[in-house]
C-alpha cells in the first residue's frame, strides 16, 4: 500500500500539533498557513516540502484546520482553492466551528468535483492534538470516512461517527462549544468570586477540582490564572465567534439560551479589553477589573 499523503491547512496551536501527529503516523504530511515561521517550523519536524498547487493532485486528504467557515470555503474554493484540484476518492476533513447548514453545503459543492466532505469538528485541545487523542465529532457519507480512516486513526482517539451526511459533526460540536464556553466563563466567575472571600486561586484549583463542581475545562484553564499566564492554547477570540454559532443555530431553532448569551457577552468584554489574543482564561480578567481585584502576576 502506498504512503497515505496528508495536507493540513492552518498551522495554528491545533493544527500544527495533528500535523505532526500524521508525520509520526508515517504519512507523508504537507503544512501550509498563513504564517511562514510556522511553515518553516513543520518542515524542520518532518513535513513535506512543496506548494499545495503543485501536490494537491496526489493527495488523499486535505484537513482543513482554520478559524472559521469564511477561511474554510476560501481554502476549498477561493481563488486558489484546493478542491478544485484534488482527484475523484480523496477527501476534506474540516475541522473549524461551522453552522451545520454550511457543512452541508460545502459536503455538496466537493461532490461537483468526486470528493468527499467529512464535517470532521475536533476537541481536546492543544496538547491532545499533538499527540494524536482528539475527540473527533464527524459526520459523513461511509465513502468519505474510508477515504479517511488512516487520517482519523492518526489524530484521534475517539471518532463519534455521528450519521452519514454533513452536518451532524456541527451541531455536535455547536453543543459541546456551548458547554465548553460557559465552562470557562463559570470557572472565571466562580475563581473571582472566590478571591473576594479570602480564596486564593492557588487554593480554589486545590479543592475545587476534586470537588463536584470541577470540570474539564475549570481543570485546563484555572492553572493558567494561577500561573498568570496567558499564553494562548485556544483565545478568547475563538469564543465570540463560537459561542455566536450556538446562538445562530438557537435563533433558528426559536430555542433561547439565556446562559449561553451571558457567557458570550463576557469574552466580548474580555476582548474590548484588550485580551482577545490571550488565552481564554483571560475572561477572568474581565471580572476582576469589575471587582477590584488582582490576579496573579498583575501588579496592584
Known amino acids: 500500500m502506498s504512503t497515505y499523503q496528508t495536507a493540513v491547512i ?5 493544527g500544527y500539533g495533528m500535523a505532526t501527529s ?8 504537507w503544512g501550509f498557513d498563513l504564517n511562514a515561521d510556522q511553515v518553516a517550523r513543520f518542515r524542520a519536524a518532518g513535513g513535506q516540502d512543496g506548494e499545495l498547487g503543485a501536490v494537491a493532485s496526489a493527495l488523499d486528504a486535505v484537513a482543513v484546520v ?5 477561511q474554510t470555503e476560501a481554502v476549498l474554493f477561493g481563488g486558489t482553492g484546493v478542491v478544485p484540484r484534488m482527484r475523484a476518492g480523496a477527501v476534506v476533513l474540516a475541522c473549524a466551528t461551522v453552522p451545520p447548514e454550511f457543512a452541508r453545503a460545502m459536503a455538496a459543492r466537493c461532490q461537483e468535483y468526486g470528493v468527499h466532505y467529512l464535517d470532521a469538528p475536533i476537541s481536546g485541545g492543544s496538547v491532545k492534538a499533538a499527540n494524536g487523542q482528539l475527540s473527533i465529532m464527524a459526520s459523513g457519507t ?11 486513526d492518526a489524530l484521534a482517539e475517539t471518532v463519534f461517527e455521528l450519521g452519514d451526511s454533513a452536518g451532524a459533526g456541527s451541531a455536535m460540536k455547536a453543543v459541546n462549544q456551548l458547554l465548553a464556553g460557559v465552562h470557562i466563563a463559570t470557572m472565571a466567575e466562580a475563581l473571582t468570586f472566590g478571591m ?30 494561577v500561573a498568570g499566564d496567558y499564553t494562548p492554547h485556544s483565545s478568547v477570540n475563538i469564543w465570540p465567534k463560537d459561542l455566536g454559532i450556538v446562538l445562530d443555530i438557537a435563533k433558528s431553532a426559536q430555542f433561547s439560551a439565556p446562559i449561553t448569551a451571558a457567557a458570550l457577552q463576557q469574552f466580548v468584554a474580555a476582548a474590548g479589553m484588550g485580551h482577545g489574543q490571550e488565552d481564554d482564561a483571560a475572561v477572568a480578567k474581565v471580572y476582576a477589573r469589575n471587582a477590584g481585584l488582582t490576579l496573579p502576576g498583575e501588579k496592584a
Open 10 to 14: 492552518g498551522l495554528g496551536s491545533m
Open 22 to 29: 500524521l508525520v509520526r503516523a508515517g504519512h507523508r504530511v
Open 66 to 70: 482554520v478559524l472559521n467557515a469564511a
Open 142 to 152: 461511509p465513502g468519505a470516512f474510508a477515504a479517511a480512516r488512516p487520517a482519523l
Open 196 to 225: 473576594t472571600q479570602g480564596v486564593t486561586p492557588e487554593k480554589f484549583v486545590e479543592v475545587i477540582s476534586k470537588c463536584a463542581g470541577t470540570s474539564w475545562m475549570l481543570e485546563n484553564r484555572a492553572p493558567h490564572i
